[in-house]
């Protein structure tokens, strides 16, 4: 009789427990909330349990489903703070000190993990990072096998000289210039793992919009992959996004920024085709045709013995990606460090994916938000004029010296260094030899790191005006 009345009070004492409202851990105190669109709350309680969430004047209700699961939406508001949220269930929980503003999600490989404390002038940095109005949460490396619902996280952190060594350094001064910019609440979702390539990240929905990637769609019920030892292979395509983004969605987001590429290198224009399925199931998944997604060029870096042209592969690649629409590519040839794969200077990185951000998305038409890019050629005589896109106010040799890292060829496709010079809005291009100019390449090398710019001080991305497939 003891027996049975012990084991009936553990049974009492569990339903006890589980009878709580629950949430996922990206929704808790400190957290940000995106500004003008409805904002999904979600998360669990018995079934069948009403669920009332109301914040200042707003109270909504919906019941708790046979699962447990429960969601409503807020009317859309405007940038302010800080408010409570308080949701009734089985139990009573208070969110506090709730933003609402501009939310982004910051993910990629180890340049996005890259914390502030790692980037250029950490002492500094660190010391003047009083502004509680920008918040993080980072979320743990965590490949699943299905869709998860919940990723456990230390919750949101409200910046401040205590906790901004461990934000993202790029998600940070991105944050950081759109705040002095916009004046309204920032929050960042830090959803990145160091060496990962970009097929863990994509969402099955959008390995099926790229028809070149059929020999990924055609297997999918095979992915995630598992290892030997049982566990899930974090590289696998779908594992991270099962694990560490589907948790994530449909928290409301502005947009996502993406610094990623280096575990690609060597894949050429494959790599395009992959930015094209993680961009259009993104956007599927968050059930935002136009959701903004914002990336990195790589920077100039030796990649050891392997080819010297591979990371410009990677560039045209990601330069290609341009023409997916609602897309903005901040190049970084001036910043790197050819000998550290991880370059220091975390703060223009972030600074130029802003740029894009507040010409795009927030109104700011005037801006000149990114450097020179290819737009097209003609040949004159000896000389090959190339013309750009985002000019500025002119194009210049950022460091005075004579334009760097220019090659043409003629019909034998053997390039040679040429010499280069600005003209107007175009660059003409020529060398002794090739009297019958074809084709001209730029920073076509994996250390190059060309001194074309504008004179709004941002660089010229590689490119090339031929097509020629590798010797």
Not at 22 to 31: A, T
Not at 153 to 161: E, I, L, N, Q, R
Request: aromatic share 8%.
């Amino acid at each position: 009789m003891r027996r049975l009345l012990s084991v009936l009070l553990l049974v009492l004492f569990a339903s006890t427990v589980q009878a709580e409202v629950r949430f996922p851990s990206v929704i808790g105190d400190n957290m940000v909330l995106q500004r003008g669109e409805a904002v999904p709350l979600w998360g669990w309680d018995d079934a069948g349990t009403k669920v009332t969430v109301t914040m200042g004047d707003v109270t909504t209700s919906t019941t708790a489903g046979a699962e447990g699961a429960w969601a409503v939406y807020l009317p859309a508001m405007k940038a302010g703070g800080p408010h409570e949220i308080v949701v009734a269930g089985t139990s009573t929980v208070t969110i506090k000190n709730v933003l609402v503003g501009e939310v982004w999600l910051c993910s990629g490989q180890s340049n996005m993990e890259w914390r502030v404390r790692q980037s250029n002038n950490p002492k500094e940095e660190i010391a003047a990072a009083n502004h509680p109005r920008i918040r993080h949460i980072k979320f743990p490396h965590r490949p699943a096998a299905d869709p998860q619902v919940n990723i456990p996280s230390d919750g949101w952190k409200v910046c401040s000289p205590a906790t901004v060594g461990d934000f993202t350094g790029v998600g940070y001064y991105f944050g950081r210039h759109l705040l002095q910019e916009l004046d309204v609440p920032i929050g960042l979702l830090g959803c990145n793992w160091g060496g990962t390539r970009i097929e863990p990240w994509t969402p099955p929905v959008g390995f099926r919009a790229v028809p070149k990637l059929s020999d990924i769609t055609g297997k999918l019920d095979e992915y995630p992959s598992v290892r030997g030892n049982g566990s899930i292979d974090h590289q696998s395509p779908l594992a991270l996004f099962n694990g560490m983004v589907s948790p994530v969605q449909p928290y409301g987001i502005r947009g996502a920024i993406w610094y990623q590429g280096e575990s690609n290198n060597g894949e050429g224009m494959l790599y395009h085709e992959k930015m094209k399925a993680l961009i259009a199931g993104w956007r599927s998944v968050w059930n935002k045709p136009a959701l903004p997604f914002y990336y990195v060029q790589l920077a100039p870096y030796r990649y050891g013995n392997r080819g010297s042209e591979l990371l410009a592969g990677i560039w045209e690649a990601q330069l290609k990606t341009l023409a997916v629409p609602h897309t903005g590519m901040a190049v970084t040839v001036d910043i790197g460090n050819t000998r550290d794969i991880h370059p220091r200077n975390k703060q223009d990185v972030g600074k130029r994916l802003a740029l894009w951000a507040l010409a795009k998305d927030y109104g700011r038409k005037k801006l000149v938000y990114s450097g020179p890019l290819y737009k097209g050629m003609t040949v004159q005589g000896d000389a090959i004029h190339i013309s750009f896109d985002h000019v500025g106010d002119g194009l210049v040799s950022r460091d005075g010296k004579a334009l760097s890292h220019f090659t043409i060829a003629g019909a034998n496709k053997a390039f040679v260094a040429a010499s280069a010079t600005i003209k107007g809005k175009t660059v003409v291009v020529r060398a002794g030899g090739v009297n019958q100019p074809v084709a001209v390449r730029f920073g076509w090398h994996h250390e190059a790191e060309p001194n074309l710019s504008n004179k709004n001080g941002l660089p010229a991305s590689p490119f090339r005006t031929d097509s020629w497939d590798p010797k």
